[in-house]
């Protein structure tokens, strides 16, 4: 299959409408959601501007542990309740924070990131893991990536078989 995806314009919400589609495109009938999650962070990294990192932690042992990503190396495995991921893993609600340096217990596994969004992945009541994308700009995120990466981490999860 040959898939390229074009430069997003316009609003925010007019280009996560455009992502969204093409997350939908780009998964079709896969299942696999180690594949699919490596599209949708391959598609998010190299379609939204201004990120330095971004990808997936999954619940593994009670902690979250790193699945597919795009951006430098990470941490492996972040603890629930530490950081910005494990914040959104304990309180299963989305993270925005616009200076990652003035969050409590935030863990620098890239000095270079400024802002960072961590959505949670729920299967009805179970945490599958987070969606994180990191930035070097601060307050890089709002309330419009909010909305489009929650829209994208819902596909993801209705797209996907994750097992019993």
């Given at each position: 299959?040959?898939?390229?995806?074009?430069?997003?314009?316009?609003s925010?919400?007019?280009?996560?409408?455009?992502?969204?589609?093409?997350?939908?495109?780009?998964?079709?009938?896969?299942?696999?959601?180690?594949?699919n999650?490596?599209?949708?962070?391959?598609?998010?990294?190299?379609?939204?501007?201004?990120?330095?990192?971004?990808?997936?932690?999954?619940?593994?042992?009670?902690?979250?542990?790193?699945?597919?990503?795009?951006?430098?190396?990470?941490?492996?495995?972040?603890?629930?309740?530490?950081?910005?991921?494990g914040?959104?893993?304990?309180?299963?609600?989305?993270?925005?924070?616009?200076?990652?340096?003035?969050?409590?217990?935030?863990?620098?596994?890239?000095?270079?990131?400024?802002?960072?969004?961590?959505?949670?992945?729920?299967?009805?009541d179970?945490?599958?893991?987070?969606?994180?994308?990191?930035?070097?700009?601060?307050?890089?995120?709002?309330?419009a990536?909010?909305?489009?990466?929650?829209?994208?981490?819902?596909?993801?999860?209705?797209?996907?078989?994750?097992?019993?």
């Amino acid at each position: 299959m040959s898939f390229s995806a074009p430069a997003l314009f316009g609003s925010k919400r007019e280009q996560y409408a455009e992502l969204l589609g093409q997350a939908s495109a780009l998964i079709g009938d896969e299942r696999d959601a180690v594949a699919n999650m490596a599209n949708i962070s391959a598609l998010i990294f190299t379609q939204l501007g201004g990120l330095n990192w971004a990808g997936f932690y999954l619940m593994k042992g009670g902690e979250l542990v790193l699945g597919p990503f795009q951006g430098k190396p990470a941490c492996i495995r972040i603890p629930v309740g530490r950081g910005v991921c494990g914040t959104a893993a304990a309180t299963r609600e989305t993270q925005v924070v616009p200076d990652v340096h003035a969050f409590p217990g935030h863990i620098a596994c890239d000095a270079d990131s400024r802002s960072e969004i961590v959505v949670p992945l729920m299967l009805g009541d179970r945490l599958i893991g987070v969606l994180d994308l990191d930035s070097p700009s601060p307050a890089r995120f709002d309330e419009a990536d909010r909305a489009g990466l929650e829209a994208l981490g819902g596909l993801l999860i209705a797209s996907s078989d994750w097992g019993d």
